[in-house]
């Protein structure tokens, strides 16, 4: 006769955060590959993608006096929240490891007159967020947020931060960390916010 190893599920088919055994077995149906691909993708890639347009970028305040080009990283507020964001704790560890590759290159980028900023929003539509995305590729949030804001974030929420940091606005900010994410933080306070 086989026997059928069967996990205690919470309701959201997540593990018994009470027993060790479920919690062990829950986490280790992931795959090594699993995690090496979503390091692959959310650190590896945005490292050296930065690096290697930092020679063009460091040309930005020769051509226009008083000016300095600026790297805008996304992140993700899931590498400053407890917890594991979801059950998927690859994903919250890698935002976490990228938010702070990208306060180590503006260190390394100080000297170039370079500056490199990080945004990590809150629940945004996407298809990680709602499994799913029509033709223009746009998704649709259909439930409550538990933010102050009471919604998710906008294309034009996304898009004002990134603006704000490339542009005249922002040539004060080096080294810094935005949330753009509805008071989700001020909700649920990140870990070092």
């Known amino acids: 006769m086989e026997r059928v190893l069967t996990i205690p599920v919470a309701d959201n088919d997540q593990p018994d955060m009470s027993d060790p055994q479920a919690i062990s077995d829950h986490f280790m149906k992931s795959e090594f590959e699993q995690w090496e691909d979503t390091f692959r993708t959310n650190v590896t890639s945005g490292f050296f993608m930065s690096v290697a347009m930092l020679p063009l970028l460091a040309k930005g305040h020769e051509i ?21 964001s979801g059950g998927q704790p690859a994903y919250a560890a890698s935002k976490a490891a990228f938010t702070h590759v990208s306060r180590g290159l503006a260190t390394v980028f100080q000297g170039t007159k370079v500056r490199v900023n990080t945004i990590a929003p809150g629940i945004f539509p996407s298809e990680m967020t709602t499994g799913t995305s029509g033709e223009d590729n746009k998704s649709n949030l259909d439930r409550k947020i ?42 649920s306070p990140a870990v070092n916010n």
Do not use: C, E, W
């Not at 226009?64 to 594991?84: C, E």
């Not at 034009?156 to 949330?179: C, E, K, R, V």
């Open 146 to 187: 538990g933010n102050p804001a009471g919604r998710p974030g906008h294309d034009s929420d996304m898009a004002a931060t990134i603006l704000f940091l490339a542009g005249p606005g922002g040539l004060f900010y080096n080294h810094q960390i935005l949330y753009p994410d509805g008071g989700s933080t001020l909700a």
């Open 64 to 84: 226009t006096p008083g000016y300095s080009s600026s790297v805008v990283n996304v992140s993700s507020i899931s590498g400053a929240m407890k917890g594991n």
